[in-house]
């Protein structure tokens, strides 16, 4: 990684993994047997083996130049060879949601511990993100670089023509929200406002998908989700919301919390704090 003209020699590690068991087979609709995906040579007419598949650059109709592992190596880019730090934005500059993919750890060899160290330190100080390029896995990425939990995190981004324009959305122009609206709708985030705890939510699907297998290997009626509650409309917004903030006054979105992984609110948490507090010292 270069950091102006100071090199951090780093090691990259993938910092998330796909935990989702579930996974389809394509089958022959009339067979039921598994479909074969196979690398076929037109030319040739044979199948090739996926260990002799070369990678090739198409410069012009039905023309390739085969180009190897090697020939990539030798690309004419600074960053081919390291994280080419550009320079240091806040955090807020970076819309996460739209920019952000896969996340990477970043481990320093021993000789780079105190570099390292330094641009941990001082990232978390200026509370500033790095923004980068760097080549990974065939192409040219934009990154950025963020201290998190004690080490560096290399966050490949999306570049900026990547990024859909929002000019062919159909959205709603000059709505009028009333300010008793948004007042009882400000209520309701309060109400429902809770600490960020990612252990806390499940993945529900493939249990949910076994369910409906079984059933149909048994051939049982399938239980089925429950609808939804009915939508409102824009004239019962109001009394909507208001039954909203009741609902979770009654502490009756206690269900709710349940099905997204055992969250509650921060109200109800800090109701639930206070009494244990209070518990505590008629005890003492």
Not at 153 to 172: A, F, K
Request: aromatic fraction near 6%.
């Amino acid at each position: 990684m270069s950091f102006g003209m100071v090199a951090i020699p780093v090691r990259l590690y993938l910092a998330t993994e796909s935990t989702s068991k579930v996974s389809f087979n394509l089958l022959c609709p009339v067979h039921k047997a598994r479909i074969k995906n196979k690398r076929w040579c037109p030319e040739g007419d044979h199948e090739v083996a996926w260990g002799d598949v070369v990678r090739g650059y198409e410069y012009e109709k039905g023309s390739y130049v085969e180009l190897d592992d090697a020939d990539l190596d030798k690309l004419p880019l600074h960053s081919s060879k390291a994280i080419d730090i550009a320079g240091f934005i806040e955090d807020k500059e970076l819309p996460g949601a739209l920019y952000y993919q896969s996340a990477y750890y970043l481990e320093p060899e021993k000789s780079a511990a105190k570099p390292y160290a330094l641009l941990k330190e001082t990232l978390e100080k200026t509370e500033r993100v790095a923004i980068a390029k760097f080549a990974l896995r065939d192409r040219e990425r934009l990154v950025s670089v963020r201290s998190h939990d004690g080490v560096l995190v290399m966050n490949t981004l999306h570049w900026p023509d990547e990024i859909r324009s929002t000019e062919e959305l159909e959205l709603p122009d000059d709505v009028k929200v009333s300010p008793a609206e948004a007042k009882m709708a400000e209520n309701l985030v309060g109400m429902m406002a809770m600490e960020f705890e990612p252990d806390e939510f499940k993945d529900e699907y493939k249990k949910a998908l076994m369910e409906v297998v079984e059933a149909k290997v048994e051939k049982r009626q399938v239980i089925e989700a429950p609808e939804p509650e009915t939508e409102t409309t824009v004239v019962d917004l109001m009394s909507a919301l208001k039954a909203s903030v009741e609902k979770a006054k009654k502490g009756e979105t206690a269900r709710g919390r349940e099905a997204r992984g055992g969250h509650e609110s921060l109200a109800s948490r800090k109701k639930t704090t206070a009494r244990e507090k209070t518990v505590r010292r008629k005890a003492s």
